[in-house]
């Protein structure tokens, strides 16, 4: 259909097919790309929101100096990772359980699914005072269900620090363990039957099967999963603010949370954003993992 | 028998794990306010719906659903228009630069909040779009755009090219083929896409929280993650209202439960 001689620099083709870019183009530039960029220039400033007067004065890396001295800024990072480590590990063990479930052929299948999937679709906020709610220090029903009717031995479960920091990872496993088990889920329904037909047939048991077949061919799928995990996790943010505020001390301060308060609670906007570039740089270099892995499977489709 | 008997264990852990949490607020929500701070707490509730009026009337939850109504079905409406014929054009169009696209939205669909949040805000402010619905629905619509435009562009691609190339023949241009010949096939890629950007833009809490400062403003997430009695948290309505926000987002997984697994994998793994 395209009239055009070879050598215009576009086809009539071309043009169309850039004009039904455009659009979507010029939000991601606009409200993503561009962001970026400007937080790594406004990291190198001196802005405080409250103090106009002041200026923006250009300081260079004094914004990184200055986190990098910071402890509670290395005490926010380490929180951060420690929630990274903690979540994914447990969401990826039970996520291969539940996608091992879902997987299996049985009626009422689709009510299990859905039901699996219930945790991921509360949305976060809804999730974190819910189970703040649970682990009231008198209403809540982790009391009751560890300590019974001896109401003396309740304990403030979030006034812990590092009951609050668990409690904080149980809700992360609980509300994304299924997204995890989905990702697993996919890479189970990709493996013949016939393998298992054939070990069964060897006198493999339940557990060789799973040793020996399901786990190695699932790798792929499961690193994909622990990636996809660990760049989510690490940008926890809804959780901490609703269900701790960061608290007690600063035992569930994670990084966004972290650079958030920075930013707009003390309105350090220069220093706030030196915060954001350093999660957006670890999480990029995990991201360009991802898209390695993901983006080298369209290319294989494509040629 | 062995695999019969972990297979129910399995379903049972599944379920109830995920469930139970849930169940606990459901039943919160319908107790008297002397059984919701009964200590030791009590099982079952007696109240009726009076924390439901509650939530309603007294806690500007109509306003919450109305303004998370108007945010999420327009983030979707736009995400789609936009995220359409982009994912035509991705799947099937040969450009120069193609992966580095596809690969540039996967990245951006990654971004952490923080590391846009400050210019964003200040991009805002200087539009007057802080406090206002539009100036949500514009990052709403830019964060659903990586997978609506994945969802769709890995949908477009699994459909016959015959098809196309007979609306060619027949003169079709670009745009035609994919309004008169491609968009009807890719109806259920359509559907799993919406329902997708509804449920993020339904959920998403922090760009609300930096953008929405007045509370007659507010999407639901907020306004719960803000819940305020006078003096302490009022349990029974904030068990109330969760239950309301999360009442729309349980019908669509019972109902399209099928749909959301396809795309939530054709997104992240599939390609």
Redesign the interface.
């Known amino acids: 259909?395209s009239e055009n001689p070879p050598n215009t620099f576009l086809s009539?083709?071309?043009r169309?097919?850039?004009w039904?870019?455009a659009?979507?183009?010029a939000?991601?530039l606009?409200?993503?790309?561009?962001?970026?960029i400007?937080?790594f220039i406004?990291s190198l400033y001196r802005i405080i929101l409250s103090m106009p007067a002041l200026g923006e004065p250009f300081v260079g890396l004094e914004n990184y100096v200055l986190l990098f001295a910071d402890p509670a800024a290395r005490q926010a990072f380490m929180v951060t990772a420690g929630f990274v480590l903690c979540s994914t590990t447990l969401e990826l063990a039970f996520g291969l359980?539940?996608a091992?479930?879902?997987h299996?052929q049985?009626r009422g299948r689709?009510w299990?699914?859905?039901?699996?999937?219930?945790?991921w679709?509360?949305?976060?906020?809804?999730a974190?005072?819910?189970?703040r709610?649970?682990f009231?220090d008198?209403?809540?029903?982790a009391?009751?269900i560890v300590f019974?009717?001896r109401?003396a031995d309740?304990i403030p479960w979030l006034a812990s620090p590092g009951l609050a920091f668990s409690i904080m990872v149980l809700v992360d496993v609980?509300k994304t363990s299924?997204?995890a088990a989905?990702?697993i889920?996919?890479?189970l329904q990709l493996i013949p039957d016939e393998l298992y037909e054939a070990a069964r047939i060897d006198g493999a048991n339940?557990w060789q099967r799973f040793w020996h077949i399901t786990l190695p061919l699932l790798k792929p799928?499961l690193l994909?999963a622990l990636l996809?995990r660990t760049?989510?996790a690490?940008?926890v943010?809804?959780l901490a603010?609703?269900m701790t505020q960061g608290g007690p001390g600063d035992a569930t301060q994670v990084?966004?949370l972290y650079?958030?308060k920075a930013?707009?609670t003390e309105g350090r906007?220069g220093y706030?954003?030196a915060?954001?570039?350093m999660?957006?740089v670890a999480?990029?270099a995990?991201?360009?993992v991802?898209?390695r892995t993901?983006?080298s499977?369209?290319?294989e489709?494509?040629t | 028998m062995?695999?019969r008997l972990?297979?129910v264990l399995?379903?049972s852990?599944?379920?109830v794990?995920?469930?139970a949490?849930?169940v606990?607020?459901v039943l919160?929500s319908f107790k008297t306010q002397q059984e919701?701070?009964?200590?030791?707490?009590l099982w079952w509730p007696s109240g009726g719906w009076h924390f439901y009026r509650a939530a309603l009337f007294d806690h500007h939850l109509l306003s919450y659903v109305g303004n998370s109504v108007i945010v999420a079905g327009s983030t979707t409406l736009l995400a789609l228009v936009?995220?359409i014929?982009?994912a035509?054009?991705?799947a099937r169009?040969k450009?120069p630069g193609k992966?580095w696209?596809?690969?540039?939205?996967?990245?951006?669909s990654?971004?952490?909040?923080?590391?846009?949040?400050?210019?964003?805000?200040?991009?805002l402010a200087n539009v007057q779009g802080l406090n206002t619905h539009w100036g949500l629905i514009?990052?709403y619509?830019?964060?659903s755009?990586p997978l609506v435009?994945w969802i769709l562009a890995s949908f477009f691609?699994e459909l016959p090219a015959e098809l196309e190339e007979a609306a060619?023949v027949d003169?079709c241009?670009?745009?035609q083929t994919?309004t008169r010949i491609m968009l009807p096939l890719a109806t259920p890629g359509i559907f799993t896409a919406a329902i997708l950007t509804f449920?993020y833009s339904?959920?998403e809490?922090?760009f609300a929280?930096?953008i929405l400062t007045q509370p007659d403003k507010h999407t639901?997430?907020?306004g719960?993650?803000l819940?305020q009695g006078e003096f302490t948290i009022p349990?029974g309505e904030?068990?109330a209202a969760?239950v309301l926000?999360?009442l729309p987002?349980?019908f669509?997984?019972?109902l399209c439960?099928?749909w959301?697994?396809s795309g939530?994998?054709a997104g992240?793994?599939?390609?």
């Open positions: 259909m009539a083709e071309h169309a097919a850039w039904m870019l659009p979507a183009l939000f991601t606009t409200l993503a790309v561009y962001p970026v400007a937080s406004l359980i539940i091992l479930v879902i299996a049985f689709g299990v699914r859905a039901a699996a999937l219930i945790p679709v509360i949305p976060t906020a809804v974190s005072q819910m189970w709610y649970l009231n008198q209403y809540g029903l009391n009751l019974g009717d109401v309740y609980w299924s997204f989905l990702l889920l996919a890479g339940l799928a994909l996809f760049m989510d690490f940008r943010f809804d603010f609703v990084l966004q650079g958030y930013m707009f906007m706030g954003s915060v954001s570039v999660v957006f999480i990029f995990l991201s360009l991802y898209v993901v983006g499977r369209l290319m489709r494509e | 062995m695999q972990l297979l399995g379903i852990l599944t379920v794990g995920s469930l949490p849930f606990w607020f919160t919701v701070e009964a200590v030791p707490p936009i995220g014929p982009a035509y054009v991705l169009v450009l992966p696209i596809l690969g540039g939205l996967l990245t951006v990654m971004f952490p909040q923080m590391a846009i949040a400050g210019p964003i805000w200040r991009l514009l990052p619509v830019t964060f755009l435009i691609k060619r003169g241009n670009t745009w994919l449920i339904w959920n809490f922090f929280l930096l639901l997430p907020l719960i993650a819940f349990w904030l068990a969760s926000a999360t987002l349980v669509i997984v019972l439960q099928r959301i697994i939530l994998s992240a793994v599939k390609g």
